[in-house]
């Protein structure tokens, strides 16, 4: 085929050339040598047929190159994500989900246990508050031991348990502080006045 | 879901990529055209759509990218081809089958065979 009957050929190959620049680094690396010796192959056909077929075939490339583009970023990406968490997968396994939940589970307590003091009040001490917190505290916790117990990891359940213990404790501590007694039947009678 | 380490349902340019390479080992061009053959010209792959489709297909190991074992291809075309793995060779029947369940349940289900 002769690609000089045809100047329109030239600058829709450059132009293509041009857009594998866009391409991720493992593609380009690939497969762009290739693809812009399809794209010239065809482009170069498109043109014996005529004008108007060349440009359809330029059209069709240049409303299918944004999607393939983002596509291949996205599923690039995903690669990159699979390496740095080798367990994100649609299926997680138990211990990749509970690992990913212990920071959250450490920092909670620990920022009530590090705040503490004696009589110390949290800002928002309604009773809505405390049982939300006494709900999210028994869920996590719930959620917690059936997964551990699901990998049989039934020594991690003490200190977890103890661990949400002394929070939700400090927990009470605060509530019977700022009443002045720490009976546990003030507390509760506290709780459902 | 996933059958014999491929994912199903296949799509359609991905069915016909593979029904495509079913025949022998072709180069991109030749894949190109074999879509749109296939299809009866209802599907007309760009270049970029086609070979984002090979890469996935090649880490999906259904083909893999060899050197062309015999004739030259045309000038100016690229010199390795596309060949159908032990699993690619299964793919397309496995949609056949995939598709026939599918087609046995509507007629089971509206009772008729003219589906």
Redesign the interface.
Known sequence: MNIRLHPWVKLIVRL?KLSLQFYPHM?RQ??A???Q??????AEEAALKGSRSLFTLAY??A???P???I??YY?AMRGHMKIIFPFTSDQTPWQAALLSLLPFLIAGPLRIIISYQPGWRSADSSFNYFWFLLFSFLLVLAGFGIGILKNSRAGLIPILFSWHSASISLLFTQISSSNGTSDWSTIFSYISC | MQVDSFPMPLSESTYFILLSLASGPK???AV?KDTSELSAGRI?L???????A???LQEQQLIERVEPLAEEP?P???R?VYRLTRPGQKAPDAEVQRLKKLLSAYRQQLGTESA
Do not use: Q, W
């Open positions: 293509f593609l690939n497969y040598a290739e693809m010796a399809v794209f010239r192959f065809k069709c490339e409303r299918d190159l999607i393939a583009i596509s291949e599923h | 180069h991109g061009y190109l007309s760009s270049v970029s759509t086609l070979y984002t090979l890469g996935r045309a100016g075309l690229p390795k």
